[in-house]
């Protein structure tokens, strides 16, 4: 069974960074991309980046550079996202989701994803 | 970036009755577009790719249809466990961007 477990809940001071994790099981992590995405009580969902689990190789929405740094550790299957210089607009439960791939292509829709991670910046 | 308009933003439905929702891309997005379910509390729930493609394990009571800039979501036969958001995704173009979200509820 594939799964995603994200770390927890997190409280933040603005100004202050923090470093999320996903580790995974029950697939080949290094053959996958993992997305990181963000989502804000009544607003759209937004796409932060993905990485590739096999050579760490990213790609940003532009919105997020700057704020977002995605690595993976291939030897315990685990993505992580750092977000820095934060502030309350930060505040929001971040997810990952591994990218879906059928054996031949990938597709840039999401199959699996983490519980997510509630994210709140205050002082 | 490709903007994704979904309505409605919520609806109210029967047991057994079929819904449709609906997302308007700004541009043509070529049928890179995907369908989610997300119930309250819980992770979003891929439900179509590529504007037609079912995903696997997902009931044959949902489907979409659409090209060019305009694309739908149909339930039938609407059943209890599909009270949930659903919402659109574009992925025909950096960076994927969603819609809104469509709540559904029960009549």
């Known amino acids: 069974e594939v799964q995603l477990q994200q770390s927890g809940a997190e409280l933040v001071k603005p100004g202050a960074s923090v470093k999320l994790s996903c580790k995974t099981s029950?697939?080949?992590?290094?053959?996958?991309?993992m997305s990181w995405l963000k989502q804000m009580p009544g607003q759209n969902i937004e796409w932060i980046g993905n990485i590739y689990g096999g050579n760490g190789g990213t790609g940003y929405n532009q919105k997020f550079k700057g704020k977002a740094t995605l690595t993976v550790d291939k030897s315990s299957s685990t993505a992580y996202m750092d977000l820095s210089s934060l502030t309350s607009e930060d505040s929001a439960v971040y997810f990952c989701a591994r990218v879906y791939y059928d054996g031949t292509y990938y597709y840039g829709v999401m199959d699996a994803w983490g519980q997510g991670a509630s994210v709140t910046v205050s002082s | 970036d490709i903007q994704m308009t979904q309505s409605p933003a919520s609806l109210s439905a029967s047991l057994g009755e079929t819904v449709t929702i609906e997302c308007r891309a700004s541009?043509?997005?070529?049928?890179?577009l995907a369908w989610y379910q997300q119930k309250p509390g819980k992770s979003p729930q891929l439900l179509i790719y590529?504007?037609?493609s079912l995903h696997t394990g997902v009931p044959s009571r949902f489907s979409g249809s659409g090209s060019g800039t305009q694309y739908s979501l149909k339930i039938n036969s609407l059943q209890s466990e599909d009270v949930a958001s659903y919402f659109c995704?574009?992925?025909?173009?950096?960076?994927?961007?969603f819609g809104a979200g469509t709540k559904l509820e029960l009549k």
């Open positions: 590529n504007a037609n």
């Open positions: 995704q574009q992925y025909y173009d950096y960076p994927d961007t």
């Open positions: 029950g697939y080949t992590f290094s053959n996958y991309y």
């Open positions: 541009e043509d997005i070529y049928n890179g």
